[in-house]
């Protein structure tokens, strides 16, 4: 599977959309990315996923570019429960690697 | 609906000690996990089960062994325990092994080693 990569950390203030990017310059065109959230001291919480076009669903909007090297999760208003730490996985759906593999990822602190 | 059920929630065990992470899931999923996260890491796979009936290694399964009782059931066991299996353990669970979206996750397991 394609590695990720993500800055450690962002701030965004509350109400403000959080963009949040990842780089996979190295995905392989049978590879969707997804993305997962950690918040503090609970398990991992699916976010969406896609495979080259756009997606959005009811928690974030997923921005691929055209090229597939990078993508930007997008949380529409951020609130102060979007806190926690985001991954960005690269995996290949019907692969032999079966494993879902993260990352540090980026913790989004999301402000007052 | 309870979603991934782990217990305990907290143990802490002497080293040389043995003891079972128990997981269950009420969603009718064929695939489950167990993942350790250390702090300030990711999570690694220990082992994983694909479907009833199979289970394979993950990243680091040294020092752990499964067992897949039935379709809801998946545990987790350390037979002599170490300090470096200090860690928080969680379960998870999929509708089919190959594809990455739709893991829920249990809430975790926190294991101290002394």
């Known amino acids: 599977d394609a590695k990720t990569t993500q800055p450690p950390s962002m701030d965004c203030a509350e109400g403000r959309a959080a963009n949040l990017p990842c780089n996979h310059s190295?995905?392989?065109?049978?590879?969707?990315v997804y993305w997962y959230r950690q918040i503090h001291s609970q398990g991992p919480q699916y976010i969406i996923h896609?495979?080259?076009n756009n997606e959005t669903n009811e928690m974030a909007s997923l921005i691929i570019t055209e090229d597939r090297k990078s993508s930007t999760l997008i949380l529409p208003h951020a609130t102060l429960r979007d806190t926690a730490v985001y991954y960005c996985?690269?995996?290949?759906?019907?692969?032999?690697?079966?494993?879902?593999?993260f990352g540090k990822g980026t913790l989004l602190t999301v402000n007052p | 609906n309870a979603g991934v059920t782990q217990t305990p929630k907290f143990q802490v065990l002497k080293t040389g000690q043995s003891m079972t992470l128990q997981c269950a899931q009420d969603m009718n999923h064929n695939s489950m996990y167990w993942y350790r996260q250390d702090p300030g890491m990711g999570l690694r796979l220990i082992y994983y089960?694909?479907?009833?009936?199979?289970?394979d290694k993950g990243e680091v399964p040294n020092g752990y062994n499964v067992s897949r009782l039935n379709k809801r059931e998946f545990s987790l066991r350390l037979e002599s325990a170490a300090p470096s299996q200090t860690s928080v353990y969680f379960c998870a669970s999929s509708d089919t092994f190959d594809r990455g979206y739709g893991y829920t996750f249990g809430s975790g397991t926190r294991l101290t080693v002394v």
């Open positions: 190295t995905i392989s065109g049978n590879e969707y």
């Open positions: 996985i690269a995996f290949a759906s019907g692969g032999s690697n079966y494993k879902l593999t």
């Open positions: 896609g495979l080259k």
């Open positions: 089960s694909a479907s009833e009936g199979t289970t």
